[in-house]
C-alpha cells in the first residue's frame, strides 16, 4: 500500500472505512452517517479499489494502521455502541482491551464457554446416533443373511 492511495480516499470512505474497522454493519454505518446502505457499500468498494484491498475490512485495518490514530474515531452516538482503541494499531497484543474490541460476536465469557459446551454435545450426539444407525444396520444384514460381498452387492 502507499500513503498516495490512502490519501486519494475521500472523507467519506475514510468514514465507512473507520466505521467498518469499529465492526459496525452495513447498516449501522449507514444509519451512523445518515447514508444508504447501498451508498456505503459502493463507498467501501471504491475505496477497496483505491487501497488495492481485496476486502473492506482489510481496508479497513490498512486506513486505521497509516493513520497511527484510531483514537480520532468517533463513538456512534444513535445506536448506543461503546467501542474503545487503541492509540497504535500495530502495539495491539491479543490479550489488551482493544483485541476485545476488535471482537465482532459481542459473547460474554459465559457464554463462550456455553455455546463451547453445546457444541461439544451435539458433536457426541451426532456420532453416537452414527454408531447407533451403523450397528442397527448391521444387525438388520445379520438378520436377513445378508452378505455384502456377495453378488448384486460387489463390483
Do not use: W
Request: aromatic share 6%; with cysteine; proline share 3%.
Amino acid at each position: 500500500m502507499h500513503d498516495r492511495s490512502v490519501d486519494q480516499l475521500s472523507d467519506r470512505q475514510k468514514e465507512c472505512l473507520r466505521l467498518l474497522y469499529a465492526n459496525l454493519g452495513i447498516k449501522e454505518i449507514a444509519a451512523e452517517l445518515n447514508l444508504s446502505p447501498f451508498t456505503v457499500r459502493t463507498h467501501l468498494r471504491d475505496a477497496r479499489r483505491t487501497i488495492g484491498a481485496s476486502r473492506s475490512m482489510q481496508a479497513a485495518r490498512m486506513l486505521v494502521e497509516h493513520e497511527r490514530d484510531t483514537s480520532g474515531i468517533a463513538t456512534p452516538n444513535r445506536i448506543g455502541l461503546d467501542r474503545r482503541f487503541a492509540d497504535d494499531v500495530s502495539a495491539t497484543s491479543p490479550g489488551s482491551s482493544a483485541a476485545v474490541a476488535r471482537n465482532r460476536y459481542p459473547f460474554g465469557f459465559l457464554t463462550r464457554i456455553g455455546l463451547i459446551v453445546a457444541i461439544a454435545f451435539g458433536a457426541v450426539a451426532l456420532a453416537g446416533a452414527l454408531l447407533v444407525g451403523a450397528e442397527a444396520i448391521t444387525q438388520i444384514f445379520q438378520a436377513e443373511r445378508i452378505d455384502i460381498s456377495d453378488y448384486p452387492y460387489r463390483q
